[in-house]
């Protein structure tokens, strides 16, 4: 690239965006390691004293806990049904196909908080109890829609006739989805659990409105900012955020990984 | 006789996901719509139909003005993030070497798997009394008390900039570099300056990626409580925050309804209004 002034102007305007960006996040992981109270300047760390706080708070453990276990098992029921139903509407294309694929990414139009309202009206009138089960029925209608539309774009012709050539060598149907669907369709299956997993685990306003006495961690998080700016918030923010990012370099090597190795051997 | 077996088992296989989306999105969305034709008196839940609480929402300043700040906010939001989005997605296009444009793109998106909540949060520890831009412009001196940007409007917008920005320039990214490099040319050699090519043959190409994105920015600012609340404070209320008013302070779940039903009448034009490029990037 050319020192024109052009050039110059782009590489000033990309840098002052990008610092746009990182600030804020910069800003919360370096006062997670303030050694005092208040998480402005001046900087006084490096200290863990924050992080080990984190870890010794009974409540945010218990949160932390919750909110893996609603993340696995909405993004495992996600999952499931998601790849059924494609499989089966892609494969088979019975009448009203259009339709039910509308009904099922319908929840991917509407707001979350109007889906959190129309649940807790819903669980409300009927005096269903709230608890980690009803964050976890919330996760799954989110998430549900993401599965589907990610299986079904990726079932193919070239698998149905895979497929087919299994079910005429005398496969059962459950022996197709399980000996050859699946295999052939994994990254997408992890692409989307993944997905479901990093939605359901950062999702606030659901969990906040459905849930009672056991909460996940956003809304834990949430509860600890009527307390004020707190490097121990700042702590727990970092930790997240550390998580989430273990959870896209996974995906992007194991999914696009895979993907860009077939694309490089292809040519 | 296979043929309907077959079909009797593909519905077979769609019905679970089926079942679950009609219990838990369509039923509630009904009940939801019923009981905005409901009321509450006192403690308890009248059952007779009535448009009680819309007209409330139109009589009531409270609402009204919840939403016009919520659309105002909004606009500004989505007209902001379009304006800074389109030149760094144009630079990202033209000037970063192409084996470089997907780090630039991660990078960009990196902040994003941050928590929700917690964005919001650090944009507190920025903008606060004594946080790091009041502290940058006290020890440079260029102001002598530390001043607070939080708990405003301001607040609320940056916060959403913030977010939506990246979501823009990937959106308009992908527009960008499927532009095929002969238009340019071919507008260049039928003697159109940089300015004229730009709008006559580059911005209506990639209107389509402006669109999705200014749609997908508008449905999710204006349905937004996280950042209002931490950011914006109590100050002025934007509709979302005027809805958890009504089920969290008031427990009334009638208008709480009417109000997210209204704000998904303004979701519905929003997309009536933009349904013509969002189907063309469809196509």
């Known amino acids: 690239m050319k020192l024109r002034p052009a050039n110059i102007l782009s590489v000033l305007y990309a840098a002052a965006l990008y610092g746009f960006i990182f600030l804020p996040v910069v800003v919360l992981v370096l006062f997670s390691f303030q050694e005092s109270r208040i998480p402005v300047p001046p900087f ?4 863990l004293r924050w992080y080990a706080a984190m870890f010794a708070d009974s409540r945010m453990m218990e949160a932390l806990g ?16 998601g790849f059924l139903a494609a499989y089966g509407l892609a494969r088979h294309k019975p009448p009203g196909t259009g339709a039910l694929r509308l009904v099922l990414t319908a929840p991917m139009t509407v707001s979350y908080l109007i889906i959190a309202m129309g649940l807790l009206i819903t669980f409300n009138h009927l005096g269903i109890p709230r608890s980690l089960l009803t964050i976890g029925i919330g996760h799954v209608v989110i998430n ?83 307390s004020g700016l707190n490097p121990q918030t700042n702590a727990v923010g970092s930790f997240v955020f550390l998580i989430s990012f273990v959870f896209v370099i996974v995906l992007d090597v194991i999914v696009f990984g895979r993907r860009r190795v077939k694309g490089e051997s292809a040519k | 006789m296979i043929a309907n077996s077959r079909i009797r088992q593909a519905y077979g296989f769609a019905a679970p996901a089926v079942l679950w989306t ?16 409901w009321q509450r008196v006192g403690m308890s839940l009248k059952t007779v139909p009535t448009l009680a609480n819309y007209i409330a929402f139109v ?7 919840g939403l016009l700040n ?10 902001l993030s379009i304006l800074l989005a389109y030149p760094l997605a144009w630079i990202l296009a033209e000037k970063v070497p192409a084996r470089w444009q997907r780090i630039a793109l991660l990078a960009a998106v990196l902040p994003f798997w941050t928590s929700y909540v917690v964005r919001s949060y650090s944009w507190l520890l920025v903008l606060s009394d004594g946080g790091v831009i009041s502290n940058f412009l006290m020890q440079t001196g260029l102001t002598q008390e530390s001043i607070s940007l939080a708990n405003s409007r301001t607040a609320t917008v940056i916060g959403f900039v913030h977010f939506f920005v990246m979501l823009l320039t990937l959106t308009i990214y992908a527009n960008l570099v499927q532009l095929p490099k002969s238009y340019i040319k071919a507008a260049q050699d039928l003697g159109a300056g940089p300015i004229r090519t730009f709008i006559h043959v580059v911005l209506p190409l990639t209107l389509p990626g402006i669109m999705v994105g200014a749609f997908l920015t508008f449905v999710l600012c204006i349905g937004d409580y996280i950042t209002p609340q931490i950011l914006g404070g109590n100050k002025e209320l934007l509709l ?44």
């Not at chain 1, 919750?66 to 049904?81: C, D, F, K, M, P």
């Not at chain 2, 838990?24 to 034709?37: G, H, Q, T």
């Open chain 1, 44 to 47: 006084d760390g490096p200290s």
């Open chain 2, 70 to 79: 919520s659309l105002e906010v909004t606009f500004t939001v989505t007209i």
């Open chain 1, 144 to 226: 549900l829609p993401l599965c589907f539309a990610i299986l079904y774009s990726q079932m193919g012709d070239h698998q149905a006739n895979i497929e087919r050539a299994a079910r005429d060598l005398g496969a059962s149907e459950v022996q197709v989805i399980l000996l050859v669907a699946l295999p052939m369709l994994w990254p997408a299956c992890f692409a989307a659990f993944f997905l479901a997993f990093t939605f359901s685990w950062d999702e606030f306003i659901i969990a906040l409105l459905v849930s009672r006495f056991d909460v996940t961690l956003p809304v834990e998080i949430w509860n600890m900012l009527r």
């Open chain 1, 66 to 81: 919750n909110s893996l276990l609603v993340a696995t098992l909405s993004s495992l029921v996600s999952l499931t049904l």
């Open chain 2, 240 to 283: 979302p925050q005027t809805l958890m008013l009504q089920i969290q302070r008031r427990a009334d779940f009638p208008m709480a309804s009417a109000i997210a039903m209204i704000l998904m009448a303004v979701v519905t034009l929003a997309y009536a209004a933009c349904s013509r490029w969002l189907k063309l990037e469809r196509a």
């Open chain 2, 59 to 65: 009589e009531k300043s409270f609402f009204l003005k």
């Open chain 2, 22 to 37: 009609a219990a838990f999105f369509l039923v509630p969305l009904a009940i939801m719509a019923l009981y905005s034709i």
